[in-house]
């Protein structure tokens, strides 16, 4: 009895390797884009500030840095129950999200060779980054006597076409909300290190100085390109992509309080943080960021939390499906209104962009 608690059942390929997590709307999504378009982009704007950046990539300053050390070699079974199950899936998100990020990067790579070769080159190195994080977390994954197949993942799972400049947008997000994650993290197990328990938080710091660099690629190729930032259009589109990632983490993050509360810190405090944190940076590029600040923000998210755990309540529930369906329409409805309020409420503009000067 007392094993099963520490080795929660999880559905199982074969031994040792986790059926992927059922794709939801809250679950890392798989992009593809056309690369026709990507290929023949403009970057002579700017394109000095893109030469800086891949000779950052080429340095490769965390080369050395994702190599496990003596603390590894230990049991982990001191780590049960449910706060086993929501670390392993916490680190099965971290490593899809990483691993999804390596095989765009790595394709946009191999698609660019011959047509944009600095492009080429930034993309293979980040997909390099991408990799090293993904195989870091899925052997990490292997200490709880689980990891994922990330060749049946490759083949398995669906992927979502967005235009370049929507891939701009969700990626530099991406990039950007993984910093602010993983920073704050690293920064409380710093001043609490009774709260750190297991090694790979000890390996933040530098981790997120990679999604750090990987977001400022993004941020010059989108300067590069001030069509996609100086319109009403991409006003639009800007607020969707922070509303999108905002709600998302904190949707998933507040459903899985009891993991972080292992770490010594509050869920929504945490996510208020990365949010507002990732709000600010993101006014260095987009023309408009959300406002956060108001507490119509949070309290229509703590909705949504209220009408997911009723969800789940219901999808447990005897009930026939034509029941719970109508038993679940309010609660969907109800999501959808309050993500529409928040879309809505009055944005806040950022400075103009400058044109960059040819």
Same mark, same amino acid.
């Given at each position: ?7 929660? $059942? ?28 990507? $290929?023949?982009?403009?970057? &002579? ?11 950052? !990539? ?36 971290? @490593? ?65 076409? !967005? ?44 981790? @997120? ?28 589109? @800007? ?17 899985? &309080?009891? !993991? ?36 119509? !923000? ?35 409805? &109800? ?24």
């Amino acid at each position: 009895m007392v094993d099963s608690l520490k080795k929660p $059942a999880f559905e199982e390929l074969r031994p040792g390797v986790k059926v992927p997590s059922k794709e939801t709307i809250l679950t890392p999504r798989f992009y593809t884009t056309d690369f026709e378009e990507m $290929a023949k982009m403009d970057i &002579s704007p700017n394109e000095d500030e893109l030469l800086a950046i891949l000779e950052e !990539f080429r340095t490769d300053y965390n080369r050395h840095h994702f190599v496990r050390d003596a603390e590894f070699e230990q049991s982990w079974d001191h780590i049960d129950g449910e706060t086993r199950q929501l670390f392993i899936e916490f680190l099965e998100r971290s @490593c899809t999200a990483e691993f999804s990020g390596f095989l765009l990067y790595k394709e946009l790579g191999r698609r660019l060779k011959d047509k944009n070769p600095l492009l080429a080159e930034c993309f293979n190195l980040m997909s390099r980054d991408e990799a090293r994080h993904a195989g870091f977390l899925n052997k990490a994954m292997s200490d709880f006597n689980l990891s994922l197949d990330l060749g049946f993942l490759t083949k398995n799972h669906a992927y979502t076409f !967005f235009k370049p400049k929507f891939i701009f947008y969700a990626t530099y997000l991406s990039e950007k909300i993984g910093y602010w994650r993983y920073i704050t993290i690293f920064r409380h197990l710093e001043a609490h290190p009774e709260h750190r328990i297991y090694p790979i938080f000890r390996f933040f710091e530098n981790w @997120c100085q990679d999604e750090n660099r990987h977001g400022d690629f993004f941020d010059a190729i989108m300067r590069s390109q001030p069509h996609i930032l100086n319109d009403w259009k991409a006003k639009l589109w @800007c607020r969707f992509f922070l509303l999108s990632v905002f709600a998302t983490m904190y949707l998933n993050d507040i459903q899985r &309080s009891d !993991f972080y509360a292992a770490l010594g810190l509050d869920a929504r405090e945490y996510d208020i943080l990365v949010i507002q944190k990732t709000n600010e940076t993101s006014a260095r590029v987009f023309p408009v960021i959300l406002d956060v600040d108001n507490p119509e !923000f949070y309290q229509r998210l703590d909705i949504c939390i209220q009408n997911n755990a009723k969800l789940s309540e219901i999808a447990k529930s005897d009930a026939p499906k034509i029941v719970k369906f109508c038993q679940k329409l309010p609660h969907y409805l &109800s999501n959808a209104w309050q993500l529409v309020r928040l879309y809505f409420m009055k944005p806040i503009e950022t400075a103009p962009m400058m044109e960059v000067v040819r």
